[in-house]
């Protein structure tokens, strides 16, 4: 470890060792990282990936630290974060870094004239990861707006994939099932709209998640993917005299939030790790939790959730280190 540290430090790269990865989760939980560092550059994270491959040490890659849930004993490798340069403006092309928050990204954007990201308004995290996640809201996602995503192959070589190429479905990507590419930088296509009119939606739909969704206690996000709808799940949950909105069939989606609620397990806590009593799809550190808090929190959920309706709950929260 300390001749990979020193290699690295060869390069002027910050590295910091057993740094809490609760300092860089928006749950605030995680034990330490062997190794920590940051990338000022897709050119300095290649350099950091050499050492670290050739010296056999595991690594990941985080953006902003939302939808993680890391284990209290931390994770045995490297961690590192890219940090995002200038946006490049061709038309109504918009090449962004991974490193780049959602939020700053749509702010620029309509600063540009620009619009068509007006679904991922509230949504936590970093380009690279909503990429990664396929991220969104109202039945929209990245997968709307990518063009091209350039990434680090297993080769350590930087390599191109089309939108079509990303395999991109609920909540997924061909990142998911490639985790050891990295994505590095994203070409988004764009419109030039309505600015007022997006402008307007963006602020409602904030509005509407600060009034529906838990504030002031830390979270990884959503915890639960939302639900398939089908005809036998929908006659499943009839059965139990539950009052399905037309919405679900409509948008081919049962809310996990729903679910939970219906089944009154919002407010359970386990150790520091509560149900929000706001939005039942979160779950919230109230202070000092453990992710063995949250894990069996998130297992009694499932259980609860499977016995009583059949339906199977899927995490969309991303588990670091277990």
Known sequence: MKQIIKELQKLNIAVKEN??????TTFQIGGPAKVYLEAKSPTELLEILKIIKQRGLKYIMIGGGSNLLVSDAGYDGAVIKTNPGELLIENNLITADAGCTLAGLIMKTLDLGLTGLEFAAGVPGTVGGAIKGNAGTYGEAMDKAVKTVDFINDNLEIETCTGQQCNFAYRHSIFKEHDSWLIVSAVLQLTTGDLAASRKLIDERLAYRTTSQPHGYPSAGCTFKNIAYTETIAENLKKLNWELSPKFKEYQKIPASWVIEKLDLKGKTIGKAQI???????????????ADDVIRLIGYIKQQV???TGIQLEEEVRYVGF
């Open 19 to 24: 740094e809490p990865l609760a300092n860089h």
């Open 306 to 308: 499977r016995d009583k």
């Open 276 to 290: 929000a009593e706001k939005h039942a799809n979160y779950i919230i550190n109230l202070g000092g939790a453990k």
